[in-house]
């Protein structure tokens, strides 16, 4: 099964997201700032990545843009509250693949990683 690495340090948001992933059958691993999530990224398997902007120690921006700059090629969908549009733009361009804001609908969120996990899947019966 898939495997998500939520980096949010808001606990109820955390939480919302890993009961709501498990439940579909997802792994998750909750990074709840900045250099926590850069180690766990490069540390364990991951297929995609939902990330905050707002991450404590090292923003979220930052993070996306180490990630992007170590070759990381798996979706990064950013979750924010923030609706800066040239923030959001910066994100895009920076290399997310997607941005959500605060608040969304689980079943929204799920639609939209479910899409990104299924682009990225290998096709198995090509050879």
């Known amino acids: 099964m898939y495997r998500i690495l939520i980096a949010e340090d808001e606990v109820k948001i955390a939480a919302f997201m890993e009961k709501g992933f498990k439940k579909q059958g997802f792994t998750t691993a909750i990074a709840q700032n900045g250099p926590q999530a850069l180690s766990m990224a490069a540390e364990t398997e991951f297929d995609l990545l939902l990330l905050d902007l707002g991450l404590p120690a090292i ?10 700059h170590r070759g990381e090629k798996r979706p990064i969908i950013v979750v924010t509250a923030r609706t800066d549009r040239q923030e959001l733009l910066a994100a895009l361009e920076s290399g997310a693949s997607e ?3 605060k608040p969304f609908s689980f079943s929204d969120l799920l639609l939209r990683v479910r899409s990104y996990l299924q682009e990225q899947a290998p096709c198995l019966s090509a050879s």
Not at 59 to 68: F, I, K
């Open 59 to 68: 923003d979220g921006m930052t993070v996306l843009r180490e990630l992007r």
């Open 99 to 101: 941005c959500v804001t």
